[in-house]
């Protein structure tokens, strides 16, 4: 079986046109930063949208939606440490220390705020940066992204997918690319370990995505959803968890319009309409 990471990885690689997101020299940059380099590409004007992937991914899980992005925003896609282009030599890894990167790298672009779009692990993350730095975080995107990792949060295939994955990693030699594969598979094993109280601290708009046939249980989602104060919450019928490449044509244009119209608090009267 799959594990979890390489399950994201051969869904995401894709090009769109002439354009190979994730391996394009003309827009790509590298950020010294925490002990390692990371890197991230630009695109479009306008107000900043930060862009970060799932696990075993890279910013080419982003094909088919930051061309759309890159009409209205300036779009940051970064690979997430020890993914991609964003080698990382050490043993240690944590979604904490993920979002603090990125925190350095929006100090590095001089940006105060901006919008964000997390897939799956890269939800986790933008969960985690709205919670550690949330000045940072101006309206957050989230799809597939869960808060603790058992089978409450994880279906058991996809959970089991994970576990059977590491424990084939750790059957191996252990080359440096073996250990970086271990060392992203055992993030999802044993984390995030967010509590709903960290939930209830966010302040930015949310819009809490997941498809209704999800490796995330829906009420998982729902739970999410209902434990940050200014949430929106969209369950994608006849979907799974790849809804930036599945869904690609709606996933855009839901967040964009997300993003465009201010929060409205849905109650009283307002639950009728």
Same mark, same amino acid.
């Given at each position: 079986?799959?594990?979890?990471?390489?399950?994201? *990885?051969?869904?995401?690689?894709?090009?769109?046109?002439?354009?190979?997101?994730?391996?394009?020299?003309?827009?790509?940059?590298?950020?010294?930063?925490?002990?390692?380099?990371?890197?991230?590409?630009?695109?479009?004007?306008?107000?900043?949208?930060?862009?970060?992937?799932?696990n075993g991914g890279d910013i080419g899980s982003f094909?088919?939606?930051?061309?759309?992005?890159?009409?209205?925003?300036?779009?940051?896609?970064?690979?997430?440490?020890?993914?991609?282009?964003?080698?990382?030599?050490?043993?240690? *890894?944590?979604?904490?220390?993920?979002?603090?990167?990125?925190?350095?790298?929006?100090?590095?672009?001089?940006?105060?705020?901006?919008?964000?779009?997390?897939?799956?692990?890269?939800?986790?993350?933008?969960? *985690?940066?709205?919670?550690?730095?949330?000045?940072?975080?101006?309206?957050?995107?989230?799809?597939?992204?869960?808060?603790?990792?058992?089978?409450?949060?994880?279906?058991?295939?996809?959970?089991?997918?994970?576990?059977?994955?590491?424990?084939?990693?750790?059957?191996?030699?252990?080359?440096?690319?073996?250990?970086?594969?271990?060392?992203?598979?055992? *993030?999802?094993?044993?984390?995030?370990?967010?509590?709903?109280?960290?939930?209830?601290?966010?302040?930015?708009?949310?819009?809490?995505?997941?498809?209704?046939?999800?490796?995330?249980?829906?009420?998982?989602?729902?739970?999410?959803?209902?434990?940050?104060?200014?949430?929106?919450?969209?369950?994608?019928?006849?979907?799974?968890?790849?809804?930036?490449?599945?869904?690609?044509?709606?996933?855009?244009?839901?967040?964009?319009?997300?993003?465009?119209?201010?929060?409205?608090?849905?109650?009283?009267?307002?639950?009728?309409?």
């Amino acid at each position: 079986m799959l594990s979890f990471g390489m399950f994201l *990885l051969a869904q995401g690689q894709a090009s769109h046109g002439a354009v190979h997101y994730g391996n394009n020299p003309a827009a790509g940059h590298y950020l010294p930063t925490r002990g390692i380099r990371l890197y991230y590409e630009q695109y479009g004007s306008g107000a900043p949208l930060l862009f970060i992937h799932g696990n075993g991914g890279d910013i080419g899980s982003f094909s088919n939606n930051i061309p759309h992005f890159a009409k209205y925003y300036r779009v940051i896609a970064v690979d997430s440490r020890a993914h991609g282009h964003s080698t990382d030599p050490s043993d240690s *890894l944590s979604f904490e220390m993920m979002a603090d990167d990125f925190n350095a790298l929006l100090d590095s672009l001089h940006l105060d705020s901006c919008y964000v779009i997390g897939w799956s692990d890269g939800g986790i993350n933008g969960l *985690l940066l709205a919670i550690r730095h949330p000045d940072k975080v101006k309206k957050l995107a989230i799809t597939g992204a869960n808060l603790w990792p058992d089978t409450t949060a994880l279906t058991p295939y996809c959970y089991n997918g994970i576990k059977e994955g590491s424990a084939a990693l750790r059957r191996q030699p252990q080359t440096p690319s073996i250990k970086n594969q271990l060392k992203i598979s055992d *993030l999802d094993l044993y984390q995030p370990n967010m509590t709903l109280d960290q939930l209830h601290t966010i302040q930015c708009p949310t819009l809490v995505i997941g498809g209704d046939h999800e490796l995330i249980p829906v009420r998982h989602t729902v739970l999410i959803a209902e434990n940050i104060p200014k949430s929106y919450l969209w369950i994608i019928p006849n979907s799974g968890h790849s809804t930036p490449i599945a869904k690609k044509d709606l996933f855009n244009t839901q967040i964009r319009t997300f993003f465009q119209k201010p929060y409205r608090k849905i109650e009283g009267s307002d639950t009728g309409n």
